[in-house]
């Protein structure tokens, strides 16, 4: 082989050398785990006898009844139902109050504009546990400060813990944690917007509030179609602030959601078969439901277009 064949072979071969990390990587903690889990979730474990001894315990075929299983389960379905209405709280307040203040910075009369970026996506640096935690203990009537003062001047004290308020007490942490983040996404889009755009506009004798509704929101609609796909995923997939509210209120069942309903029956009773094919339940109906939202997004983007 000449060497000029040797280094066309090397040239055309650089891209892969280059993908071959992340492919392995790729392969062994994503796609691997999935297949594993898939496979998994068609078997079962079969006992005889007392379950006692050597061979007692062995896995056999199940097919799809695990499927059938966690398609009839109440717990699985209940905790799916109060995901939706948790979600129907998080996602609007949490997307219009990040469009709300990204507005609100990109205006030429905002000040101090550095810190309050900071101090708006702060929140988000935190870790969730430790959101849920400090939450938490606000929320409980002998250590919360708001407790306190409500007492002092002779005002009810609702406990927010507890049965209809609790699920606004779980959206506020989902809230005061992701409105930042989905801010510094809208207002980075707004950022881009040419500044002979809104010079036109004011021109035409445009109010701030007629650029803003007519201008500023159909230009960061993209930017609007991505921070709502990523909260529809996060909504589906909430765990950590139920999980760590659970020891503060018998409100919060061991199987509030779907993925609590996952961790319950792998870890809590040892069913991983049947864990793995409500994990893989979860996992279509967050892609179903994630690829709808894009279709009807690009359609509905193709129609305006067209127009």
């Not at 009844?65 to 949490?94: H, K």
Request: charged share 15%; aromatic share 12%.
């Amino acid at each position: 082989m000449t060497s000029a064949r040797r280094k066309s072979y090397g040239v055309k071969g650089a891209p892969y050398a280059f993908l071959l990390p992340a492919t392995i990587l790729f392969a062994l903690f994503f796609a691997l785990p999935i297949g594993y889990a898939l496979w998994l979730s068609l078997h079962k474990a079969q006992v005889k006898g007392l379950g006692l001894g050597a061979g007692a315990r062995s896995e056999v075929w199940a097919g799809l009844e695990n499927y059938r299983d966690a398609l009839t389960d109440s717990e699985l379905l209940s905790g799916a139902l109060r995901v939706v209405g948790y979600g129907a709280i998080v996602v609007p307040v949490m997307l219009g109050l990040a469009l709300l203040f990204a507005l609100m910075l990109d205006s030429d009369k905002v000040r101090l504009a550095p810190f309050t970026r900071l101090a708006i996506f702060l929140p988000y640096a935190i870790p969730g546990v430790v959101s849920a935690l400090l939450w938490g203990f606000l929320y409980l009537p002998d250590v919360s400060p708001f407790y306190f003062v409500l007492d002092k001047l002779g005002m009810p004290q609702p406990d927010l813990l507890d049965g209809g308020p609790l699920y606004f007490a779980l959206s506020n942490i989902a809230v005061w944690g992701g409105t930042g983040f989905n801010m510094i996404v809208i207002y980075t889009s707004l950022q881009a917007i040419p500044a002979e755009v809104y010079e036109a506009a004011k021109l035409d004798g445009a109010t701030p509030l007629q650029i803003a509704l007519k201008i500023k929101i159909p230009m960061v609609a993209p930017s609007l179609v991505l921070t709502f796909f990523f909260s529809i995923i996060a909504t589906l997939q909430v765990f950590s602030e139920p999980t760590t509210l659970k020891p503060l209120t018998n409100s919060v069942s061991t199987t509030w959601s779907p993925l609590m309903k996952v961790y319950q029956d792998a870890f809590g009773k040892g069913d991983i078969y049947a864990a793995a094919a409500e994990a893989a339940i979860i996992a279509v109906v967050t892609l179903l439901v994630s690829f709808g939202f894009l279709r009807a997004a690009n359609s509905r983007n193709k129609q305006e277009e067209a127009r």
